[in-house]
């Protein structure tokens, strides 16, 4: 699977059936992240109720406060719980920021 984003930017896609996959991509500036399958937009709100990182959304491409409330609302959509979210999130927060920069 590939797609062409309003950036130019193309992501191409590999994964096992039943994997939840999260694909980001830019529009006007603002990081969309939508999950799959299924196509529900990832929003910060839910996020935002447990660490305030950036009240204005999602970011990329720094080690700052809108990766990490990414890392952060990744961790809690994928796990479900907020314990769960906290024994991970500084290590996954270290990564989406490393890899994103």
């Known amino acids: 699977m590939s797609r062409t984003f309003d950036d130019g930017a193309i992501a191409q896609t590999s994964y096992d059936e ?4 999260y694909v980001g991509s830019r529009e006007h ?3 969309l992240v939508t999950t799959h399958p299924g ?3 990832l929003t910060p709100e839910r996020s935002l ?5 950036s ?3 999602f970011a990329v491409g720094y080690r700052g406060s809108g990766p990490a409330q990414l890392a952060l609302a990744v961790l809690l959509d994928y796990t479900e719980g907020v314990i769960e979210v906290f024994t991970h999130y500084s290590r996954v927060s270290n990564c989406y920021r490393a890899l994103l920069a």
Do not use: K, L, N, T
């Open 49 to 53: 109720e447990i660490v305030g990182h």
């Open 18 to 21: 039943g994997e939840i996959r």
């Open 39 to 41: 196509g529900d937009r």
């Open 29 to 31: 500036g603002d990081v």
């Open 55 to 57: 009240p204005s959304g």
